[in-house]
């Protein structure tokens, strides 16, 4: 998946530029929920830098795609990552933030 990174790269300022939730909406829709979640790891770590919040309807729809897909321990990861505390999410959303911590050391 390194190989989408590197596309992501480049073309960052193009990526940057568009609606990511539609994006990130398109390729779980795609049928591959793996590309949707590098993709979201990109802008989580691009961003990162930058001190930028994202926006709360890509974090819940992130959260989602985890949730169905049972994919608790990458989003404990990625809570490390996106301080969730700084988003408004619906009940779902944090029901599968509670579950995942609920299962986990943490």
């Known amino acids: 998946m390194n190989g989408l990174s590197d596309f992501f790269d480049s073309v960052k300022f193009e990526l940057l530029q568009i609606d990511m939730f539609s994006l990130l909406k398109a390729l779980d829709l795609s049928g591959d929920w ?14 990162g830098s930058d001190n930028v919040k994202l926006d709360n309807q890509v974090v819940e729809l992130m959260v989602k795609i985890l ?40």
């Open 67 to 106: 949730r169905r897909e049972s994919q608790y321990t990458i989003a404990l990861k990625l809570f490390d990552l996106v301080h969730i505390e700084e988003y408004s999410l619906d009940v779902r959303a944090y029901t599968t933030i509670l579950h995942a911590y609920s299962g986990s050391d943490k």
């Open 34 to 47: 793996e590309r949707t979640l590098v993709l979201f790891q990109w802008i989580v770590s691009d961003i």
